[in-house]
């Protein structure tokens, strides 16, 4: 009798850490990445994930330039959400400009965490399916953790709507938002009504005409934003940033994931730093009002 005794009081200790974990974790995202995913990133992104998640602003945009890691530092974002709080409270909505940016970007590396922490020992919630849903077993039977949905321009804000969490924790996440259309904007407006609601949008600054560029050069929705910019120079390989000094195998993996200081030299020299390509894919800026030769404007898509 005694043994058994033992035995629950020591699942009940365990259970208990797990939750006290849970609550560290939930208002520490990096703590979390390193613990239970094996990751971590370079300051510049440390301060996105943590102003994104937890700041006073509830909406973020990035602007970036290419090889940032952007995509897959949204999806540990996302990974965090369907991990860190109980199950059903809360919930993901992901949307990209197609549906294969969703499928094979965002939840393939959505898989990849999910994988990493399993081998670590850190089971993750729930399962991942083939059709851009993460679930979990509930009381009820199958609910979300997460899914991904591109709807039609014209059924944007219909097809999201309802959809959110009843504890007020709703999470949307655009990948390539700079691609994404104002109806799909006006439907994550349409799902944030909770307390709790965050919206996260990532993307290269590639068109113009779009609501990804008024979020920088409209003055209403100045205070509404935290607004970021990564540049080619704000990442280790240009830095010299070190991330995992006691890894060096890790450290290595990251840097041959990021663009490098011969790429940017390159574009230097073939493109020039005043051409529009420049500015977006070294810089993060959007290109100058007049630049249209190179990048086009979505006035059509986004219903301007």
């Known amino acids: ?10 699942i009940a200790l365990d259970e208990l850490a797990v939750k006290s974990k ?7 995202f990096q703590c979390w990445k390193a613990d239970l995913v094996g990751l971590r990133t370079y300051e510049k992104m440390q301060e996105i994930g943590d102003t994104a998640l937890f700041g006073d602003i ?3 945009a990035i602007k970036s330039a290419n090889g940032t890691a952007k995509s897959f530092e949204m999806s540990a ?5 369907a991990s860190v709080f109980p199950e059903g409270e809360a919930i993901s909505i992901i949307s990209a400009p197609s549906v294969p940016q969703i499928q094979k970007v965002v939840f393939a590396y959505l898989k990849s965490h999910f994988g990493l922490a399993a081998a670590r020992g850190n089971a993750l919630p729930g399962w991942i399916n083939e059709s851009l849903e993460w679930k979990f077993r509930g009381s009820g039977g199958d609910q979300y953790l997460a899914f991904g949905r591109k709807p039609p321009e014209q059924d944007a804000v219909s ?3 309802g959809v959110r969490s009843q504890f007020g924790k709703t999470y949307v996440f655009y990948d ?3 691609g994404m259309s104002r109806p799909l904007f006006t439907a994550s407006e349409a799902v944030m009504t909770g307390a709790d609601a965050r919206f996260v949008g990532i993307g290269n600054p590639d068109n113009t005409g779009t609501y990804f560029q008024e979020i920088w050069t409209d003055p209403k929705l100045k205070d509404a934003w935290n607004r970021f910019t990564i540049s080619a120079f704000d990442l280790p390989t240009l830095t010299g940033e070190v991330v995992y000094p006691d890894d ?7 840097r041959a994931s990021l663009t490098n200081r011969e790429w940017v030299e390159h574009k230097q020299r073939i493109w020039g730093e005043t051409d529009a390509r420049y500015l977006s894919k070294v810089l993060g800026e959007f290109p100058g009002d007049g630049d ?8 059509d898509r986004c219903g301007a």
Do not use: C, H, N
Request: aromatic share 10%.
């Open 1 to 10: 009798m005694s043994q058994r005794i033992e035995d629950i009081a020591r």
């Open 22 to 28: 849970k609550r560290i974790y939930q208002t520490d």
């Open 58 to 60: 509830t909406r973020t």
């Open 77 to 81: 974002m996302i990974a965090w959400v």
């Open 159 to 161: 097809v999201f709507q």
């Open 176 to 178: 390539e938002a700079g």
């Open 248 to 254: 060096p195998d890790m450290e290595e993996r990251m």
């Open 292 to 299: 249209t030769a190179f990048f086009g404007q979505l006035t």
